[in-house]
């Protein structure tokens, strides 16, 4: 306890601590509000940090620690990028419509299918784009048996956020853990997949037992669905062939960026202008003006206001009291992690919390082992259950309601505009027993493979 | 020419309570001038008289168009019947809920390249001529001003009629 006592003596609380802790709790408060724009409340508290003098603009624009995470910007317009030119060869429509025909019609067959294909394109597409891109086929294919699209909507939406915890670029969490900790793809594979795995089929397993006997269809209707021919869907077999071999080559590229030492914005950064080169496109601006300006401006805005917290001390201050409620246990704190992460994240955005954690984990291994830094702190044997349990605890906390993850945002204004809404109650009765049930795979996971096979 | 000069005025409209198949029966036999013709687009007046929105062909064909078609090029998968489903499901809507509530006006004395460069900016084909009172007094139709337009360009006089 006496090292814990010297350790907060150090954050000194004077006016600059106070006035960067306003305005954090301001902008994370008024975020939660959503009664104005997030992205919008980023760039104010960001700026505001600057002009208040609580960090500079070099800090801001330049510092790895105290500013924005440009591994992280670049890598998430670079898949914006890739997609947008991906989009119109009609790959995703394929996808979906042979899916449906794969599983010849039956309705539960299409529900698995669909889960499990939405599950693995979000591993490596942002889950947001992922549901985009399945939601409609679904809604059609839906309509096309006469069934009700809702459970099927929310089973894609929570499988999204399953399969996008899977890999280093599956989900916004997961890629700022791994730009902080300076993890690589394999080892998002290596530790994360394995477990996502499980997850997924106890998931399959459950919305079988859930919605497997009340979906029914009309035998005749069934002919709809297996008349369509889902070739009609490729609308530009040239791009598509360019497209794939450009992904290939990013994928590998992602695979094995650890070991040739190249940060993972620098191979999605050279997939997207690779494949704007081949694409041949002689107006690069749309493609580049679809990238999702709000979203990569409400990163650039969060690490900005991060980097004033962790300047004036808030962060480690609140790492010390973490480390007091676990009482330095290192499974307790796990499990807290893990826990707490996921109920945060499945009730406010988990970027800004993960935004949030980043450095306050690194702020509690620096009070753990005050006398190791660099790498050898941030891949302390002891810290890795740490970093997993984050990134389990952050991607699949979505899950719990319709407000955690941006795709059950998605999907239930999706069901909304069909006149067919999703109520928070609804949402939360089959996300939150789904979200709770993952969560405990993970635990036992982390407890088995770290605590006691410590493999 | 002003506005007023190629309005015609508005004898038929909708109220935004009705349902849409009140709607298409009108647009189906409402007066253009003095031929009963039938419209591709009727305005909505509130009991006031005053102008709530305009209900068109188009938007009705929107309609019917799924949202989520509109997400992807889902066309080449829909199947026969599916348009007249919807079509059915649609009968008892109300005109509120599918007209278009912003609805571009044209005054009745302004000059006749103001409408056009209204109906080119908000690409419509009939625009709701409005008195200085803010009531709807007519509509201005663009083959009207198309063929405002032919008078001028072969000098035929003003109303000079084929």
Known sequence: MTEEVKAATEVVMGTQFWVATTIFILVYGLIITEKIHKTILAIVGATTMIVLRIVTQEDAFNSMELGIDWNVIFLLVSMMIIINIMRPTGVFEYIAIKSAKVAKGRPFAIMAIFSVVTAVVSAFLDNVTTVLLIAPVTILICQALELDVVPFLITEAIASNIGGTATLIGDPPNIMIASKAQLDFMAFVYHLTPVIIVVLLAYVITIKLIFGKQLKVKEELRQRVMAMNENEAIKDPVLLKKSLIVLAITVAGFIMHGTLHYEPATIALFGAGLLLLVSGTKEPHHILAEAEWATLFFFMGLFMIIGGVVKVGLIKWMSIKVLEITQGSLFGTTSVILWFSAFASAFIDNIPYVATMNPLVIDMAKQLWPNISGLNLLHHPDLMPIWWSLALGACLGGNGTMIGASANVVVCGMAEKMGKPISFKKFMYYGMPLMIESVIICHVYIWLRYYVLKI | ?162
Do not use: C
């Not at chain 2, 709530?52 to 019947?81: N, Q």
């Not at chain 2, 509530?101 to 625009?127: G, Q, Y």
């Not at chain 2, 009172?133 to 003003?158: H, K, W």
């Open chain 2, 1 to 162: 020419m002003k506005a007023k000069d190629l309005m015609i005025t508005v004898q038929n409209f909708l109220k935004p309570d009705d349902t849409l198949r009140d709607a298409v029966t009108l647009l189906k036999v409402a007066k253009r001038g003095e031929e009963k013709v039938g419209v591709n687009g009727l305005p909505v007046l509130d009991e006031a008289g005053k102008l709530v929105g305009m209900l068109s062909m188009r938007d009705i064909l929107k309609a019917v168009h799924p949202t989520y078609m509109d997400l992807m090029d889902l066309g080449e998968f829909t199947w026969d019947g599916m348009l007249e489903e919807a079509a059915k499901k649609l009968a008892d809507k109300k005109v509120y809920a599918l007209m278009t509530k912003d609805v571009t006006t044209t005054k009745e004395d302004s000059p006749l390249m103001d409408a056009v460069d209204h109906m080119i900016k908000s690409n419509v084909k009939r625009l709701p001529v409005i008195d200085n009172t803010g009531r709807v007094v007519g509509m201005l139709y663009e083959r009207d001003v198309f063929f405002a337009i032919v008078r001028a360009m072969l000098n035929e006089n003003a109303g000079g009629e084929k």
